[in-house]
């Protein structure tokens, strides 16, 4: 079993659960969307001495939490499940996902930049057509698997494709592998 150095940051017990089944790694729960502040304490020191990496489930509760931590714990380390891949029974979280499916998303572990100079202009993602066409959301899902980013609405992915410092050459890779697979 792979071991995993830094504190892995989860949403509750039985995300927990999951996380230890694929990997021998130390947890922090959040037990919820609101972090206490001596969670966001227990996590600066785990920051300090191991790393941290975020890996809450994909959905708006999830997503608040990655902001939070990233806002007040700089470089944390961020990992992303897809959706369908956390999905059982109307359910969504990291709880359902399957083992080699967390350890995938732990090999893709990225750090997140709150101020970044844009690689990508508006008009440039545009031209990708990830926004204003009628297939742009499949593109940006299969985009965001591609690079093992989570999924995002058209400005969140655009900005999350900043902030995850996704390269030009890398973004272009992946949509011509993705493309390639369109014809």
């Given amino acids: 079993m792979r071991k995993v150095k830094e504190i892995i940051v989860v949403e509750g017990k039985n995300d927990t659960l999951a996380i230890k089944r694929a990997v021998d790694a ?11 502040n001596h969670v966001l304490d227990e996590l600066r020191r785990a920051q300090g001495v ?21 806002r007040e714990i700089p470089d944390v380390k ?26 995938r998303a732990l090999e893709n572990v990225r750090t997140m930049e709150e101020e970044v ?25 299969q985009l965001a698997k591609e690079l093992a980013i989570g999924y995002a609405n058209a400005k969140q992915f655009y900005q999350r494709l900043q902030t995850l410092r996704v ?12 493309k ?3 014809s």
Avoid: M
């Avoid at 961020?78 to 967390?102: C, M, N, Q, W, Y």
């Avoid at 390269?167 to 993705?178: F, G, K, P, Q, T």
């Fill in 26 to 36: 130390d947890t922090i729960e959040t037990r919820g969307s609101a972090i206490p």
């Fill in 117 to 141: 100079d844009p690689w990508l202009t508006w008009q440039e993602y545009l031209s990708f057509e990830l926004v204003g066409y009628p297939h742009s959301k499949q593109l940006r899902e």
């Fill in 78 to 103: 961020h990992a992303f499940i897809e959706k369908e891949l956390a999905f059982v029974k109307k359910k969504i979280g990291v709880e359902h996902a399957h083992p080699s499916d967390i350890v």
């Fill in 167 to 178: 390269s030009r050459e890398e973004c272009e890779h992946a949509l011509l592998n993705i």
């Fill in 180 to 182: 390639g697979g369109w």
């Fill in 50 to 70: 191991r790393g941290v990496i975020v890996f809450t489930d994909p959905d708006h509760a999830g997503e608040r939490i990655r902001r939070i931590i990233s």
